[in-house]
């Protein structure tokens, strides 16, 4: 697979993740946000790599996601 392709694969990923995190934190279903939350993250965390204008955000968003782990978990 070639790392643009990954890179937009892994951008609607996150937002697939991001939209079903949305739709059970609306639906009042909060313990099935969590895992969709994390996933959204570590796959926004990737697809940034691709971008590099945004290459140095990727180290956050990793952080953003280990904090939703570990007060999730």
Known sequence: M???TFHKVSLSLA?????IFVAFYMM???G???P???AGFIALA?????FSTFKGFSYS???LASVCISMYY
């Not at 937002?15 to 939209?19: A, H, I, K, P, T």
């Not at 990737?46 to 691709?50: D, E, F, I, L, M």
């Open 46 to 50: 990737v697809a940034v790599r691709g």
């Open 36 to 38: 969709f939350l994390i």
């Open 15 to 19: 937002v697939l993740s991001l939209l």
């Open 2 to 4: 070639k790392t643009k």
């Open 32 to 34: 099935l946000t969590g």
């Open 28 to 30: 009042g279903r909060y």
């Open 61 to 63: 968003l990793m952080i």
